[in-house]
T-cell receptor
Framework: KAGVTQTPRYLIKTRGQQVTLSCSPISGHRSVSWYQQTPGQGLQFLFEYFSETQRNKGNFPGRFSGRQFSNSRSEMNVSTLELGDSALYLC?????????????FGSGTRLTVV | AQSVTQLGSHVSVSEGALVLLRCNYSSSVPPYLFWYVQYPNQGLQLLLKYTSAATLVKGINGFEAEFKKSETSFHLTKPSAHMSDAAEYFCAVQDNNAGNMLTFGGGTRLMVKP
């Protein structure tokens, strides 16, 4: 069974640019969540998508957005990049049921903003 | 809001010694609790999970954790540390009232001395 696939693994962008990250969940999983990991703030929840609908959103500015496609693949977009957006972005998939017990995480996309 | 506190951002043990990583949580409802491990440049791997069944939970790689409601704790232990256990460990609580969002502790970096 294939795991959670995130692309690309590494990205370098310039301040002010925008970036799109991709996540393919485990086959059959309908929920995709995104987390940001930084040394200063740790792991923080960005948003969760389930069946193409955003089900939950963390406390991030509107520059951070996402979407989910009918095949459950998800993308997140960050516009007008700031230096502080440099982080490891982790995607996690689950079945999406409310009694689901935990996620499977991808290896992440390391974003560096210069 | 739920929260997780991991006591000790760095823990150092000798190979073969007991590993004890501490986690305390706050939750207004019976929680689901998790321990994840992260190796350098990798995503998060699930070690074990508590889902209101047995209070002593056994996970992968010889780790286990005990849920103690009276102490609001979910400490992770391993009887004998191995060099390959060196990694960062995260305790997390799942808020079932807000989708499947995970709230993470700050992490504990485990170092294993030969």
């Amino acid at each position: 069974k294939a795991g959670v696939t995130q692309t690309p693994r590494y990205l370098i962008k310039t301040r002010g640019q925008q970036v799109t990250l991709s996540c393919s969940p485990i086959s059959g999983h309908r929920s995709v969540s995104w987390y940001q990991q930084t040394p200063g703030q740790g792991l923080q929840f960005l948003f969760e998508y389930f069946s193409e609908t955003q089900r939950n959103k963390g406390n991030f500015p509107g520059r951070f957005s996402g979407r989910q496609f009918s095949n459950s693949r998800s993308e997140m977009n960050v516009s007008t990049l700031e230096l502080g957006d440099s982080a490891l972005y982790l995607c996690a998939s689950s079945s999406g049921h409310r009694d689901n017990y935990g996620y499977t995480f991808g290896s992440g996309t390391r974003l560096t903003v210069v | 809001a739920q929260s997780v506190t991991q006591l000790g951002s760095h823990v150092s043990v000798s190979e073969g010694a007991l590993v004890l990583l501490r986690c305390n949580y706050s939750s207004s409802v019976p929680p689901y609790l998790f321990w994840y491990v992260q190796y350098p440049n990798q995503g998060l791997q699930l070690l074990l999970k508590y889902t209101s069944a047995a209070t002593l939970v056994k996970g992968i790689n010889g780790f286990e954790a005990e849920f103690k409601k009276s102490e609001t704790s979910f400490h992770l232990t391993k009887p004998s540390a191995h060099m390959s256990d060196a990694a960062e460990y995260f305790c997390a609580v799942q808020d079932n009232n807000a989708g499947n969002m995970l709230t993470f502790g700050g992490g504990t970096r485990l170092m294993v001395k030969p």
